[in-house]
């Protein structure tokens, strides 16, 4: 593995889960596409999501504090970035 096709594959095939609402194989493949390529945050970021759409709000608050804590130089007014701080503090800030 280390091939940018592999990266788009799984990213795409964790995205038709997601979609189909299959919320377990979208997991297991970001979690696989993290270990096999550590650099790819934005799994974070859909974990996040994901979580929160299963109501597992710990995951998806844990999810989003890695996913910003790993964009922390990145531009602030990215999309991603400022959905995740939302998400993030209305997850954390609910009852």
Known sequence: PGNLFDIRRRTLL???????AQHDEAI???????????????????????????NRPT?????????????????PGLFHVTYAREHLAALKHSP
């Open 14 to 20: 964790a995205r038709s889960h997601h979609m189909l």
């Open 28 to 54: 297991r493949e970001l979690t696989e596409l993290k270990r096999l390529y550590a650099g790819h945050y934005l799994a974070d970021y859909e974990l996040g999501q994901l979580y929160e759409e299963m």
């Open 59 to 75: 995951d998806a608050i844990a999810a989003y504090e890695r996913f910003l804590k790993n964009w922390a130089d990145a531009d």
